[in-house]
Structure formats: C-alpha cells, structure tokens
C-alpha cells in the first residue's frame, strides 16, 4: 500500500523580476543576475522596485485583466504554468478536488489606493468610487480569480502572513492533502506590492526602505552598508500531490516536503526575536525527523534590514553551529523582497540544487557585515557541492511571525 | 452631441470595457447583452463612464433604455445637447 503521508511537488509556475519560470529563474541566479529597476508611483515618483514582466495575456483575456487585480493575474499566470509543467491536464481532472492556497502580505492597498487617487481628481465625489473595489479588494481575490479562469471548484483562499506567507501556502496544501479535503493542492504565494506608494512610503518612513544610486545593487542582505528593503512583486505556485497519486501517473517529483513549522516572536511589530526564530528551525528539523547537521543548504529570509539579518544570522548560529556542511545562501539579493511570494519563490529557487549540486549566491555582499559572516555564507559566486538532500527555506514577517520549511530530496 | 458622435462614444466606452469583443457588426437594435459578453457590472461600468466624463447620472429605473445602441443613443441625445 502506498503511504499517503508523503506529500511531494510535481510542478511549478513562477514569475520573478529576473525570470518567469523555473529554467529562466536558475539560470539568473547562478549567473548573478538581479531584476530590479525603477518604477513611477503616485505620490513617491520613482522608486526602486523589482517588478515582472510576464505576458498576462498568455492565459487571460483583456477583460479579466481589467476587472482583476494585479495579484490575481500573477496567480493565474503561475497557476496556469504550474499545472502545465506538471504535465496534468486539467480537462480530465476532477476540479472539485483541487485547492488553491496562496499566501499573500497584503491585498486590496493597491485598489483602494488607486481608486483614492481617482476620485481625487473629481473632488473625492464617492458617487465615482467603483462598484469594482468590493470583490477586487477581498482578501481571496487572487486565488478566487484562479478559480474563475480556470474552472477549478475546490475551495480556495489566501493566508495571510506578512512576509512568512509564502511558506504558509505551501505548508497549507500540505496538511489539505494531508487531510484528503483535496487530491491536488496548487499552493505558493503572490504579491502585487511595488504598485502601492503607501508601503514604500512606511518603510521609508521607518527607516527600511533601501536605497542606492544602482537598483540592482540596492538589495543587499549580510553587507556592512545594507540599508533596507527593495520592494517586489512575484508568484510561485506549485503543485503538491501525495506521493501515490504522483507514482501513479509517474510525474516528474521535484522534492517532498518532509518537515515545516510556523510560530510567533509575540516580541515587537516589527523588530525580529532571533530566539524564536531558532526555535521556529528546531522545529521544523523535529517535524522532519532529522538534525541540523542533515541540512545542505539553508535559504535565509534576509531581507536587508540591518536588525532583521542580524537577528536571523544569530538564530541560525543556534541551531547549526559551525555545521561544515550547511551552506547559506539569499535570494532576496537578486529580487528584492516578494513579499507573499517570497517563501515559495526562493525555495524553488534551489530545489534545482539537488540535481546540479550548485548551491546559489547571494550577491551584493562587497563588505560582509562580522555579525552576518556564517560559516559556508555562500557569495558572490555559485558554490559546487558534493551533494543536496535537505533544503531549509526561511521566511520572517511583521507581527513576529516565523516559518521554516524542509524539502527533502525525492527518493522512493 | 449629436447622435452620430454619441454612439461613436457609447461604442468607445464599451470597448474599454469588453476590450477582447469585435463590436463591428453591433445591431443598433437588439440588446447589446445578447450580442456580446457583457454583465451587469461591465454595464455598470458604463454608467460610471457617463457620470466621469460628462456628469449624467443615470438613475436606476432607466437603466433599461440602455439596452440596445439604438435606445441608448436616443436616451442620451436631449441629455448632451451642451456638451
């Protein structure tokens, strides 16, 4: 009898500001290459952001454009090459048995921001408030659009967890699976931020808004001279079967996840507690039933913030010492900070690791900061291994909320 | 206007709104609904458009005298007399 408490990943859709599939994402990470830039907004001008150019249209029509939000189209367009690249046809599946579950930081700013700024123009007249805000600003908006492009009638909705929700999707469909609610889970993150102005004008206010005369410079996690975070938007989808089902069709297996873990600082709104964080690993490695030391390579959260770094850098000397094994690495370099997306997005980031034993940089680090220098901290330059089992992918977000999710090597 | 440019208008606003629908073959007469893929929110976007850019409100109870080009035009044309 097949075991069906191991849930694996057969597919992945993704759009990054340096790639809009997995192929493309690798090749910019082991080439160095970032995909931020400038963006115009209202009211702050132009700022630094990290944006994607994926094509909408591939699997919308303009319509649904124009009444969606930028979030649910990132969603459909992951969705839609996630389910291709698992080879599924979705014609033939049952789709009252397939659950979205994607994990955002924030949704309906960039609407009620918008349409504030419209209405500015008439004299704030509410009569010319659109009858559109309702159903674009409810927090399931992008994974509800995936269902009305798609057909698909399972249950869907967003998990909201700041910065932490990306892993949270991913963690969701897990245990859906787990429960036999559905038989497929499409699960990940999104985010559509960079087209708000009021989240780069609070972290500038707050001091944590980066800033460098090169955008893609201007993200720089563990440097001596990181001043903050880059705003991005970006979406990875993947979907997660349990092991029998993916055997049974024989779908390509990208890895199983095998061990995962959520918990709170209950500290601060903002500032990081690296106890927790440490605890936050541990647990994780409990679930999988393995040790640190087990651990190839450990994807940070690394944001850039000069406090969040540190405090992830001290939790991660906690738990893995001096492992001569356990390399480090961020991706968070290249993008900037996806947000929603940014836990699904960066694991994906490496799962290529366990083929090619190429462990991923982290760029910008010109003057390594002592209090981030974590033995095996890979920079600069892809690092070539022995071998990858287990990937560790941390993701931290505001209101104390930590995650850590392990994804294991696939072998039967 | 006059009702030429006022149906030129309403055609301008429903592409915006239905933006994939080929409208070269609308009949001025049958109900624009049955012609082509519009609901009620799309047709709300109309009423919206009207209201921004020439500042007619169109109260509820009229809404069906929009239903078809021909109506729509001849609903419109004593409103935008100045315009």
């Not at chain 1, 036999?180 to 808004?209: C, I």
């Not at chain 1, 996840?257 to 541990?282: H, K, W």
């Not at chain 2, 919206?48 to 929009?66: A, F, G, H, N, Q």
Request: aromatic share 6%; net charge negative.
């Amino acid at each position: 009898m097949v075991d069906e408490t191991r849930i694996v990943l057969t597919g992945i859709g993704l759009t990054a500001p340096n790639g809009n599939n997995l192929t493309e994402f690798r090749q910019s990470l082991l080439a160095g290459k970032s995909g931020v830039g400038k963006i115009e907004t209202h009211y702050m001008g132009e700022v630094i952001a990290g944006v994607c150019d994926f094509d909408p249209l591939k699997y919308q029509r303009k319509k649904e454009l124009r009444r969606g939000t930028r979030a649910g189209s990132i969603a459909i367009y992951c969705a839609h090459e996630a389910i291709a690249d698992s080879k599924l046809d979705l014609a033939s599946v049952d789709k009252s048995r397939i659950g979205i579950y994607l994990g955002i930081t924030e949704h309906g700013n960039v609407e009620t921001e918008h349409e504030i700024y419209n209405i500015k123009q008439f004299d704030y007249n509410v009569e010319l408030w659109s009858h559109h805000h309702n159903p674009r600003t409810v927090a399931n908006a992008p994974a509800g659009e995936v269902t009305l492009n798609t057909g698909i009638t399972g249950p869907h909705y967003t998990l909201g967890g700041a910065c932490a929700a990306g892993n949270l999707g991913l963690i969701q469909g897990l245990q859906m699976l787990l429960l036999g609610d559905v038989d497929l889970a499409l699960a990940g993150g999104v985010s559509e931020t960079p087209h708000t102005f009021g989240v780069f004008a609070a972290f500038k206010n707050e001091g944590a808004l980066a800033s460098h005369p090169d955008p893609q410079k201007a993200s720089r996690p563990f440097d001596r001279d990181r001043n903050g975070i880059v705003v991005s938007e970006g979406g990875c989808i993947c979907v997660l079967e349990r092991l029998g089902d993916a055997l049974e069709r024989d779908a390509r297996i990208y890895g199983e996840i095998v061990g995962y873990a959520t918990n709170s600082d209950a500290f601060d709104f903002i500032l990081p507690n690296a106890q927790r964080q440490a605890e936050c690993m541990n647990l994780a490695l409990k679930k999988a039933g393995i040790s640190a030391s087990d651990i190839d390579i450990i994807n940070t959260h690394g944001t850039a913030t000069p406090e969040g770094d540190k405090a992830e850098c001290q939790a991660i000397r906690e738990v893995f010492g001096n492992n001569s094994n356990t390399y480090i690495n961020n991706t968070k370099s290249y993008i900037g900070h996806t947000m929603g997306a940014a836990g699904a997005l960066e694991l994906v980031g490496n799962l290529p690791s366990f083929e090619d034993h190429i462990v991923h940089q982290t760029i910008n680090v010109d003057n390594l900061d002592p209090e981030c220098a974590l033995k095996n901290l890979v920079i600069n330059e892809p690092k070539k291994v022995d071998k990858v089992d287990y990937i560790l992918n941390n993701s931290f977000g505001m209101l104390g909320i930590n995650s850590a999710l392990i994804v294991r090597r696939f072998a039967e | 206007m006059k009702a030429e440019e006022i149906r030129s208008m309403i055609l301008e606003v429903i592409h915006e709104i239905v933006p994939d629908e080929d409208l070269s073959n609308l009949k001025g007469d049958v109900r624009i609904r049955d012609q082509i893929e519009m609901d009620s929110m799309d047709f709300l976007d109309i009423i919206m458009e009207l209201r921004k850019r020439y500042s007619i409100t169109v109260p509820e109870d009229d809404y069906m005298k929009l239903s078809t080009l021909d109506s729509s035009v001849a609903y419109l044309e004593p409103l935008m007399t100045d315009i």
